[in-house]
């Protein structure tokens, strides 16, 4: 033993290692007083080995259990970690959520068993540090430990009043759907800090409990008054059927409102007060005299074993009492229906605790928990699969069924209690080959020989759903004749046999069939539960479970995007998780190898739009689940440079949008906002928002050379509009202008010079002009706003520094064709080149070089 975990007045925990497998276990060791009690022993071991097949990652396991030197001893599953109602305000709604869950799978999973928890309330319920699974704790144990009462621990009787379903609390018959009650409870104190109902006294919870209507949430958690409704629905009927209902409830549920509605930190939850237990000075055990000698001693009896039971704090002898102002100081009700509903359930703690006491006294050896009954699944169980590590949707067991009721203790006459046994039996479809059957008859003494028996056990061979029937045969021999060899070999071989099939059924995958072939040689061969070789199996299938239950939760995780995130509830670590338990879980691997290809395709996704920093952080989550992930490295080289890129780019831009303010669209090659835009696309061609810009240029550009059209300053217009097309010489808005400059510009063409006519004035002609003093000329003219215009004509030498002729040309009309000459009568013109150039108002609207020459 290592250090004390916790200590009580019935037992005291320790932290201890099991030398055989080196493991830390959780070691309760009873109080020796309860030894003292004559039936404890047997009850105590009975018990804990009923409740050590209950293998499940959310029910506390049991290892082992024995007698050393008189004390008592149970060894457990040590879970490191806090109880519910210490880790409740640190949980968040996505957490509280999955603690509901895998406490009803545990609940499913015993009712199937045919098992009633009793005592469901977040003390009851560990938080594993490590992976934060939910443990159901106390499962029966406490019975078995006290069975001399009806209390599952010390102080509280028939489970805790706060936490009772109405049947419970009446004494009525119960089954699994009173643990999906007090599971609506504990939902209700999850959400709001408090349990629903409130009283002064247990016994006025009870009436509560059965009377009351049923607790609203606030407003802003209405959202989940259905579910509440349907779990503390007053009649069993009107709740879900079973565990893994409500499982599927709370899927379909957004856990998220709690957040929203309830502060992760600093939320309040109330006491340990509000989770009173009955107390031994609010109950009094009244036992009427029986009409018989030894009535007296019979009572005196039983009063004694309910002081010896310690159902709270107070001294042992001190008496449970209901007192009569509980029932008679409180408000008149309305109708006479709740004095009704008061008595009974007052008379139904007192009873239900004197027939557990006198059951117990009289020596009942039956301590499981439920009626007789045979149970079966609604349909037949789904296989497990081949490998533990597949898809959590192959891997569930059957579907569960609603298990049968507690029976009440029943009163034949006042004074009077009748008890009966019980005994659960569980037959399963498709059972395997060792399923148990029904028992052979005892033969009666001297009925039937030892040859006859083992000649009809023989007979039984290779029948498989006689293996049970032939098991009792060989038993009915050996009490015979305790020695005989053929007995004691068919009894271990069968033995032997049923383990070996649960092995390798296991071995093999299929787990759904071990289960069923092991809990069928125990039920055969309950001894086998303390051997080594049964402690591994269920130690194998147990695993089994829990990474069935953590391929559910990771698939889930996925689906939800929750891949990394938050911290201890999401996809990577939970698959990780399961590698911890199987390092060569290929399905395992393969979850984390779908959480790289997620990022990898949101990454890509976040590249397309240019979302780069958004990108390069999806491929660092992925990398952070896969650091040599080939396609996320090559991935993050490409966003490398598309970022450099994207910076450049976003740096241009800037510079563009500052010339645009400055509405510097073309004033020059380089300093201009279109030519900033125009080097974007160079280095991204196609880049939409590059191309935007250059025509939301244009559009400004064009209005400016409009304005400038309308106050006819059209020279300006028309160098704006050159400097432009250089830039951009095939855009359609700036060809368009330009044509509208031509079509409302005066202009003048068709020039013929003395009889050459000119065809394209921006070339100089290839042949040359015959003049000697005097040079003739026409032209055409258009787009003339006067009736009467005057052109000037000027002729220049060819190198424009001296002016060798002018004359006045003046014509009629908007457009038209006008003939003059220039003279030169003493010195003629000189062979040479020579330019001319027509103005109109000052400014040059036309001119052409040419030569003469004689």
Known sequence: MIRPLGRGGMATVYLA???????????????????????????????????????????????????????????????????????????????????????????????????????????????????????????????????????????????????????????????????????????????????????????????????????????????????????????????????????????????????????????????????????????????????????????????????????????????????????????????????????????????????????????????????????????????????????????????????????????????????????????????????????????????????????????????????????????????????NDTAQAALASVKSQGLLNAQQAADAGEYQTAQQQLDSVTAIFPELVDTEQYQQLSQQLAQAQTLATLFAQADEHFDRDRLIKPEGNNAKETFEQILEIDPDSTAARQGLKKITDRYLVLAESSRKKRAYRNAQSMVDNGLSVEPENAALLALQETLSAELKLEQDVQALLALGDELAQQEKWFSTDQDAAVKKYLDVLAMQPGRSEAQTKIAAAVDEFVTDVNGLIAVKDYDIAAEQVALAMRLLPNNEKLKSTVLVLESIKPLIDGLVLSGVAIADQDAPTESSIRADRTLHLSFRYQNLENPTTVFQAVLFDGGRSVQIAGVPVVVVGEEGYTQFRMDRPVEGFADGGYHLDIMLAGETIFTYGFVISK
């Open 17 to 483: 290692i099991q030398e055989n497998f080196q493991r830390e276990v959780a070691l309760k060791i009873m109080a020796p007083a309860l030894s003292e009690e004559s039936t404890f022993s047997e009850r105590f071991l009975r018990e804990a080995r009923i409740v050590s097949r209950l293998v499940h990652p959310h029910i506390v396991t049991v290892h082992d259990v024995g007698i050393e030197n008189g004390h008592h001893y149970l060894s457990m599953e040590y879970i490191e970690g806090h109880d519910l109602k210490e880790r409740l305000p640190s949980l968040n709604g996505e957490q509280l959520f999955r603690v509901l869950k895998e406490v009803a799978m545990a609940l499913d999973y015993a009712g199937r068993k045919g098992y009633v928890h009793r005592d469901v309330k977040p003390e009851n319920i560990m938080i594993h540090n490590i992976d934060g699974r939910a443990v159901l704790m106390d499962f029966g144990i406490a019975r078995a430990a006290d069975s001399v009462s009806t209390m599952t621990r010390t102080g509280t009787a028939l489970g805790t009043p706060h936490y009772m379903s109405p049947e419970q609390a009446r004494g009525d018959a119960i089954d699994g759907r009173s643990d999906l009650y007090s599971m609506g409870v504990l939902f209700y104190y999850m959400l709001t800090g408090r349990v629903p109902y409130e009283a002064d006294s247990p016994v006025a919870v009870g009436i509560k409990h059965v009377s009351a209507a049923l607790p609203k949430l606030p407003q802003e958690l209405s959202s989940y008054q259905h579910l509440l409704d349907k779990l503390m629905a007053k009649k069993p009927e009107d709740r879900y059927r079973n565990g893994q209902e409500l499982v599927a409830a709370l899927q379909r549920a957004d856990a998220s409102l709690i957040d929203k509605h309830r502060p992760q930190e600093g939320f309040e939850y109330l006491g340990s007060h509000e989770h009173t237990p009955l107390r031994s000075d609010q109950v009094k055990v009244v036992v009427p005299e029986r009409n018989s000698a030894d009535s007296s001693a019979e009572t005196g009896e039983m009063q004694a074993m309910a002081s010896s039971a310690s159902l709270a704090t107070p001294q042992p002898g001190e008496p449970l009492h209901i007192p009569k102002e509980d029932l008679d100081n409180r408000p008149e009700p309305k109708r006479g229906s709740l004095v009704a509903v008061a008595a009974s359930v007052s008379l139904a703690l007192v009873c239900g605790a004197a027939y557990y006491f006198y059951q117990q006294s009289a020596g009942d050896d039956k301590a499981v928990p439920m009626q007789s009954q045979t149970i079966k699944p609604q349909t037949a169980p789904a296989p497990l699969p081949a490998k533990v590590s597949e898809p959590v949707e192959k891997a569930i067991a059957a579907k569960p069924v609603t298990p049968a009721p507690i029976p009440a203790p029943v009163a034949a006459e006042q004074t009077d209690v009748v008890v009966e046994e019980v005994v659960v039996e569980e037959v399963v479809d498709n059972a395997p080959a060792v399923a148990p059957a029904k028992p052979a008859e005892p033969i009666q003494s001297g009925e039937r020989s030892v040859a006859e028996l083992l000649s009809q056990a023989a007979s039984l061979d290779k029948q498989p759903g006689k293996i049970a029937e032939q098991v009792e045969l060989y038993r009915q021999v050996l009490s015979l004749q305790a020695d």
